[in-house]
């Protein structure tokens, strides 16, 4: 299957404070997919003021090199990201 993202990642129970991905490309958005058995999830969006309902099932898309996100919850919580490294594409030569 093809896509436009060259990298990937898997976050398994781990509670993400907030934070900006200076290594993401700032032309583009990341995608972070949400999927487990837990509850109270909340993605926080703090320098767009914007705080999310983060359940099983979620998805949410925003230039991550931009905006500082984070992730809380409880119980166990498996993200998958989809992003963009400029390097990467450098690297290859397209």
């Not at 398994?12 to 972070?32: A, E, I």
């Not at 979620?58 to 991550?64: F, T």
């Not at 996100?69 to 990467?88: M, P």
């Amino acid at each position: 299957w093809a896509s436009v993202f060259n990298c990937a990642a898997v976050i398994c129970n781990r509670q993400c404070p907030l934070h900006r991905d200076p290594s993401s490309t700032p032309k583009g958005f990341d995608v972070m997919s949400s999927v487990g058995h837990y509850c109270n999830g909340l993605m926080t969006l703090s320098n767009l003021g914007i705080r999310l309902q983060y359940n099983s099932g979620a998805m949410v898309s925003c230039s991550g090199h931009f905006v500082r996100h984070g992730v809380t919850y409880t119980g166990d919580h498996i993200v998958w990201a989809w992003f963009i490294r400029d390097s990467l594409q450098n690297f290859v030569g397209t």
